[in-house]
T-cell receptor, first 115, second 113 residues
């Protein structure tokens, strides 16, 4: 079975500061990992994904994440926060063996950006 | 192009009533997923379709929940005899194939009085 743990339900940063959102996963088989962002009253938008290959993945809006198998982590970073980054972020895992590719989500991290 | 469309966007109903939630996936997407988002439980998988068949219904919380998909396109999630614990946002997603990135609709916010 797979699971995802997101450390910190709320993270607050200043505009221009580094954003770091933590995600650790558990999977007995090679995982596929995703970060989604959700703005108020909207669905989830894919930020980036890792399946195979390069472990540093770049996504939209300047975000990137690094897959570290030894640490079972897939932390999301952005060098400089913008006010428009304020939203809720979800890390998710699936595997090729997961019937249908259903996603297992973490509990989410709400990011606040202070001016 | 058009994204995943869900209707209604909001639904308020009385306990015990039946409700139907609709999802129009992205054209050509063969896989369709339903998730539920609630304060206490986070984001939970409910069911997925590949074409018109539903190989995995493991996430449906009770037999009051059912879903169907016709013509490999539109899907309907039905909740019978609604209970207050059914209050949540129901999200639909579609993908071009299994294990491809899922594209989400804006959800239906269901409130049971």
């Amino acid at each position: 079975a797979q699971s995802v743990t997101q450390l910190g339900s709320h993270v607050s940063v200043s505009e221009g500061a580094l954003v770091l959102l933590r995600c650790n996963y558990s999977s007995s088989v090679p995982p596929y990992l995703f970060w989604y962002v959700q703005y108020p009253n909207q669905g989830l938008q894919l930020l980036l994904k890792y399946t195979t290959g390069a472990t540093l993945v770049k996504g939209i809006n300047g975000f990137e994440a690094e897959f570290k198998k030894s640490e079972t982590s897939f932390h999301l970073t952005k060098p400089s926060a913008h006010m428009s980054d304020a939203a809720e972020y979800f890390c998710a895992v699936t595997t090729i063996y997961n019937q249908g590719g259903k996603l297992i989500f973490g509990q989410g991290t709400e990011l606040s950006v202070k001016p | 192009g058009a994204g995943v469309s869900q209707s209604p966007s909001n639904k308020v109903t009385e306990k015990g009533k039946d409700v139907e939630l609709r999802c129009d996936p992205i054209s050509g997407h063969t896989a369709l997923y339903w998730y539920r988002q609630s304060l206490g439980q986070g984001l939970e998988f409910l069911i997925y379709f590949q074409g018109n068949s539903a190989p995995d219904k493991s996430g449906l919380p009770s037999d009051r929940f059912s879903a169907e998909r016709t013509g490999g396109s539109v899907s309907t999630l039905t909740i019978q005899r609604t209970q207050q614990e059914d209050s949540a946002v129901y999200l639909c997603a579609s993908s071009s194939d299994l294990n491809q990135p899922q594209h989400f609709g804006d959800g239906t916010r269901l409130s049971i009085l």
